[in-house]
């Protein structure tokens, strides 16, 4: 489902508004704060911001893949913190239960995921157990109408404000990796579940991430993902394609930020009697920032077009999401030098950029993982 395009460019351009008005001018309260304003909390409600991909039948707004890219383009381009808010309940946190959730799994989660009312999160990363997710040790064992769960989940983002965890934890013990893994919805707070301290980041300082400690913790079997066991591992990486396309989205929000700061810093400072941006070598990084930014745009857009059409796009998602976030981490570094001795003091954004954006090459899969899943790809292709 998507939205026609007048109402999607209504939406996108009140979310545009949104960012420019009321985020911009907080950014420096939420880096200060290490939190998101309670009115902003309330006003991303209002605007439907916690169910923009949630179906509208069950309260959300129900936007297609190419209408999600097109609001997560407007939401780069302000702190990564507030994005992250609402991340987690249109990607991660909701698409397993969209994908490959019962009926009632739906019924009872995505309409309180749609209003904010509940926020997710999404638990798949362990101690021992990340890229290489498949290995992952949580155990879930079952012991009549119930699961027990024992594992610790690491780096959870918005673990602290989750109220319902999609956790992926063993089934099959006779098993060491993917195909043994099955997904449970676990509601927090419950018994058995406690949270490890926030985790003091580098950045995207207001995002909280935190372990999830499991201990004997006892859950419905209607708790299980589809009511299927073992099949957990392949919801997981359905999910990451489609949230590997939307942060590559958000990487593409944030380079056009720092564009524009830099821009607005090169015409106004002067050096050599005339103001940076006359410089040629300053051009040359402005222009290979457009560029990048630009090819990643279109990269992403084209590739939400085919996952509409119903296509199959864990390649595309890779290279986008290796593409992007690369893109962005350069255009950072490019944005701080032609701020020179400036970019490296808190007054100016482009510090903590610069700091933020380092997430994207490592979180819902490190430039490595990509690189492997596109080779894997092109091989399998190859052979067929
Ligand atoms: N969609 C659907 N199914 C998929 C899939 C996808 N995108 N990718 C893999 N699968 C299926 C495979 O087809 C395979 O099924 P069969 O056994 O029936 O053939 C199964 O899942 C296991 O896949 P694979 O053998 O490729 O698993 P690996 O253990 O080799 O792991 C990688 C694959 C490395 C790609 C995976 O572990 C990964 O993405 N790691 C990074 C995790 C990550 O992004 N973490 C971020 C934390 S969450 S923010």
Redesign the pocket.
């Known amino acids: 489902m998507s939205l026609d395009p007048e109402t999607l460019e209504q939406f996108r351009s009140t979310i545009a508004r949104f960012v420019r008005e009321r985020l911009i001018p907080l950014e420096d309260r939420v880096a200060e704060e290490d939190d998101i304003p309670a009115e902003i909390v309330e006003e991303f409600r209002q605007l439907g911001l916690f169910g923009m991909s949630i179906p509208e039948e069950y309260g959300g707004l129900g936007l297609g893949m190419s209408d999600e890219v097109a609001i997560a383009f407007e939401l780069g381009f302000t702190s990564p913190a507030f994005r992250s808010l609402i991340g987690t309940n249109n990607g ?1 946190g909701s698409q397993g239960i969209i994908m490959d959730g019962t009926p009632e799994q739906k019924q009872t989660y995505l309409p309180r995921l749609a209003t904010g009312e509940l926020i997710s999160s ?1 638990a ?2 362990e101690p021992e157990a ?6 992952l040790r949580t155990s879930a064992r079952r012991e009549g109408e119930f699961y027990i769960l024992n594992g610790t989940k690491r ?1 959870i ?1 918005n673990g602290p404000r989750a109220g319902l965890f999609t956790v992926f934890a063993r089934t099959d013990p006779s098993t060491s ?3 043994g893994v099955s997904a449970f919805l676990v509601e927090a707070p419950s018994p058995g579940i406690s949270l490890g301290p926030k985790d003091r980041k580098m950045g995207q300082a207001g995002s909280h991430t935190c372990d999830v400690i499991l201990q004997d913790c006892r859950v419905p079997a209607s708790a299980l993902l589809g009511g299927v066991e073992n099949a957990g ?2 919801t ?3 999910v ?2 489609r ?2 396309l939307h942060i590559s989205a958000v990487c593409v929000g944030a380079a056009e930020r720092l564009i524009r700061d830099s821009l607005a810093y090169a015409m106004e400072r002067k050096q050599f009697g005339r103001p940076i941006a006359e410089q040629q070598l300053v051009q040359a990084m402005l222009a290979d920032s457009r560029a990048e930014a630009y090819a990643a745009r279109c990269m992403i857009e084209n590739t939400a077009r085919m996952k509409d059409e119903g296509r ?1 796009v ?1 390649e595309e998602a890779a290279c986008t999401k290796m593409f992007a976030s690369e893109m962005v981490g350069r255009v950072a570094d490019r944005a701080v030098q032609i701020h020179g001795g400036a970019g490296y003091m808190r007054e100016y954004a482009v510090e903590r950029f610069y700091r933020d954006v380092r997430l994207f090459r490592i ?4 430039t490595q ?1 990509q690189q ?2 596109i080779a ?1 790809s092109m091989i399998r292709n190859a052979r067929r």
């Open positions: 991660i999404f798949l990363t990340g890229s290489d997710a498949g290995s780096f983002t990796d993917a195909s591992f392949k997981a990486m359905k990451l394609d949230g590997r199959n864990s979180y819902e899969g490190t993982i492997l899943v894997r």
